[in-house]
Each structure stands twice: as structure tokens, then as C-alpha cells.
Nanobody, 127 residues
Framework: QVQLVESGGGLVQTGGSLRLSCAAS????????MGWFRQAPGKERECVAA????????YYADSVKGRFTISRDNAKNTVYLQMNSLKPEDTAVYYC????????????????????WGQGTQVTVSS
């Protein structure tokens, strides 16, 4: 079992920044690829960023490229999502997720490939 706890969400104005954190406990964190997903009301859950177990491969959705940065600290069992230049369309509940299925230098944006999920943290960007 893995427990994932997100933090760092909140209300921010357009153009502002937030850093989300996801603390993991349970199974060895370094054995999992990690992803950040978001879901806005009435929309499907989408992967905004993912990072490999090796910490060498990252994925970003086109909508966040150049604005969001995913990183991980295996010593702290934590994955981060730095979000800059936020826009109202970034408003959503953000979830972190862990996948123990992908290889050491692999990542996946597919939600069905992730085994564990956090409870989510709300990000609201006001215009």
C-alpha cells in the first residue's frame, strides 16, 4: 500500500504561482513513476506532468509546457509540481499518483497505469 498526501493548493490570481507537494509513504517511493493529474468540473481527468523512477524522463501536457515543472526528491519521498504563470483554465482539483508498473526510465500519462492516488488538492486561479 502507498499513501499519497497532496498539499499546496489554494487560490491565486492569474499570473501567479503555486507549488504542490505530494508526500508518499508505504512502498518504496523510488520504485514508482509519479504523475500529477487534474480534473475540472465536467471534464475528464488529465495528466499534466509525470516523472520517471530514474528522475531523468518527464512528460508535460501541451497546455502546461513551459509553465509547470515536475520534480521529485526520493530522499524525502516527495514529488513536486511548480506551477507558474497560472491561468483561470488551470483551475481544477490536482491529484498525484504513483505507478509501480512502468520501467525505470519510463513514464506514462495514462491514468489507468497508476496504482495509487492522493485525495486531491484544489487549485483556483481567479481572473
Amino acid at each position: 500500500q502507498v499513501q499519497l498526501v497532496e498539499s499546496g493548493g489554494g487560490l491565486v490570481q492569474t499570473g501567479g504561482s503555486l507549488r504542490l507537494s505530494c508526500a508518499a509513504s508505504g512502498r518504496t517511493f523510488s520504485n514508482s513513476a509519479m504523475g500529477w493529474f487534474r480534473q475540472a468540473p465536467g471534464k475528464e481527468r488529465e495528466c499534466v506532468a509525470a516523472i520517471s523512477r530514474s528522475n531523468s524522463i518527464t512528460y508535460y501536457a501541451d497546455s502546461v509546457k513551459g509553465r509547470f515543472t515536475i520534480s521529485r526528491d526520493n530522499a524525502k519521498n516527495t514529488v513536486y509540481l511548480q506551477m507558474n504563470s497560472l491561468k483561470p483554465e488551470d483551475t481544477a482539483v490536482y491529484y498525484c499518483a504513483a505507478s509501480f508498473r512502468v520501467g525505470y526510465i519510463s513514464i506514462t500519462p495514462r491514468a489507468d497505469q497508476y496504482d495509487y492516488w492522493g485525495q486531491g488538492t484544489q487549485v483556483t486561479v481567479s481572473s
